[in-house]
């Protein structure tokens, strides 16, 4: 039986993924999160095979969650599913060691059929998807992402300061340095344009 912990913030498509996966013989979902901290939280309670997370979920994104997950549970599959096809988000997970990425609108049992080949100990990645971040690169390093993040949630360069446990000073540097990368005109429109990639 391949034990999975689905991580979704949206209720309907949780909730229909559940119910999808339940009814494959060989698979069952035995933990389900909202977001990225209920899914910490169940690393620690349940032993799982797969992790099956959104990209773009509140207090940590799905890639940040696959690397606690790995802390956690060192031999823990990973298995990204989103509607976002951007390359950045593909190139990201690979080098988190991501082993499938689906798109949320692939048949049932597309993913059923990924899950037990991933188990097996093969990756399951759109070629399309896989050529896409093959093309794209990501110029920011992880400082300038997580600062743009926080810009482009309206933080003010002190709280961004603060949340990342950097000076001031280092903060304004970091989303300089992301300004000028991006070619944009202020903090706010580099979020955007590494939103837009996938990079954020």
Not at 14 to 41: H, K
Not at 57 to 85: C, H, N, R, S, W
Not at 120 to 125: S, T
Not at 138 to 148: C, G, I
Request: proline residues 2%; charged residues 25%.
């Amino acid at each position: 039986m391949i034990r999975v912990l689905l991580a979704e913030d949206q209720a309907l498509v949780r909730g229909a993924l559940v119910a999808l996966l339940n009814l494959e013989f060989d698979i069952e979902v035995v933990a389900q999160a909202a977001n990225g901290q209920e899914a910490v939280e169940l690393l620690q309670q349940h032993q799982v095979d797969v992790l099956l997370t959104d990209i773009e979920m509140p207090y940590m994104t799905g890639l940040e969650l696959i690397e606690q997950a790995k802390k956690i549970q060192p031999d823990i599959k990973t298995v990204v599913i989103t509607t976002f096809a951007r390359a950045g988000y593909i190139k990201r997970a690979l080098v988190a060691g991501v082993r499938g990425f689906l798109l949320k609108d692939c048949p049932s049992e597309q993913l059923a059929d990924a899950l037990r080949q991933i188990m097996q100990g093969k990756k399951v990645i759109d070629p399309e998807l896989a050529i896409q971040a093959l093309d794209d690169v990501d110029p920011l390093s992880d400082k300038e992402r997580k600062s743009l993040r926080l810009a482009g949630e309206g933080k003010k360069t002190a709280e961004i300061a603060a949340t990342l446990f950097l000076s001031e000073g280092t903060v304004r540097n970091y989303l300089s340095e992301a300004i000028a990368k991006l070619n944009a005109t202020n903090r706010i429109d580099a979020a955007r344009i590494a939103r837009q990639k996938g990079w954020l």
